[in-house]
């Protein structure tokens, strides 16, 4: 049997699913319905090197939760790991509100307890500043720099916050976010 070469995600999607992938999560044998949900609009893809299509993690998890509504099964529950609850959470629901602890229960048919468990850990865990902000999920329009509030004890003046910030923006992986940043630190030097 030929095998496949594994296709890399475009820079900044690193953590998105292939077509295949995404079929595997949801339990499908084949990219058909991938594609179907694609063309019904219930995913977005990304497209990376030859036009290959990749699909946010978050976003394959939240179509998993809605596809099991309809479906009452005992052991609907047993297929969702920690983490996909957690990627989940960090995908709010179609209103734009958040997912609560209650939300996980009804999406996914797992055990309250276990929900509160998961939903307690993301909120601690998402309470803490991100590592790093060139860690951002793929986006399709990244957010402006602006200045950071400076804390307690901070001594940098504005300008000088505002510059850093428009450094950070250089490692975006999309060129379009890079070149506006790059213009606008030069027309800050002027």
Known sequence: MATRKHVR???????????????????????????????????????????????????????????????????????WTDADLIALLEHPKTGGQPRSALDLVMDTRISIERAERVYAFWAKVAARPSPSPAARPCAASPPAPVAMPQPDGERRAEERLTRDSLIRVLRDPDPRVREQAFARLRESRS
């Open 9 to 79: 995600a475009p820079a900044g999607c690193e953590a998105h699913l292939t077509r295949r992938q995404a079929a595997a999560l949801l339990g499908f044998g084949s990219e058909f319905k991938i594609r179907e949900f694609e063309r019904q609009g219930l995913l977005r893809s990304v497209r990376g090197p030859m036009r290959t299509a990749f699909y946010s993690r978050a976003e394959v998890l939240a179509l998993k939760a809605r596809l099991a509504l309809p479906e009452v099964q005992k052991d609907a529950s047993a297929s």
